[in-house]
């Protein structure tokens, strides 16, 4: 009984064996998928360099005290301008104060005759 258990298993065994490798020897050529053709984009054109300026004139030794003179003024104008600022902005934050001060001391005075 067990030698004919062990002959059906072996049996068995063979023929699967041979399925199986009947089975994995095939092969099954599969075409690779065409690759898609892609257009190149192409670059915008670079524009065109701009010139350089050309060069001042150079300046003679008047030409060139007269503009230093004029770069002074211009420097003591703006000087005077941010000094002229800076006073406003002073009396008018003491004007502030003084107008702060009086309302202060009007409710002061209110508040003493109740």
């Known amino acids: 009984m067990v030698r004919r258990i062990l002959l059906s298993c072996l049996v068995l065994m063979l023929v ?6 009947g089975q ?6 599969v075409k690779p998928p065409k690759k898609a053709k892609v257009e190149k984009v192409k670059k915008p054109p670079k524009p065109p360099k701009a010139a350089k300026p050309p060069a001042p004139p150079k300046l003679t030794a008047s030409e060139k005290a007269i503009k230093k003179a004029n770069e002074k003024q211009i420097r003591e104008r703006q000087k005077a301008f941010k000094k002229q600022n800076e006073q406003t ?7 502030q104060r003084a107008y702060t001060k009086t309302l202060r001391s009007m409710e002061k005075q209110q508040t003493k005759k109740k």
């Open 16 to 21: 699967c064996g041979a399925s199986v490798y």
């Open 89 to 95: 902005a002073k009396e008018v934050k003491a004007q």
């Open 24 to 29: 994995t020897t095939k092969t099954v050529k």
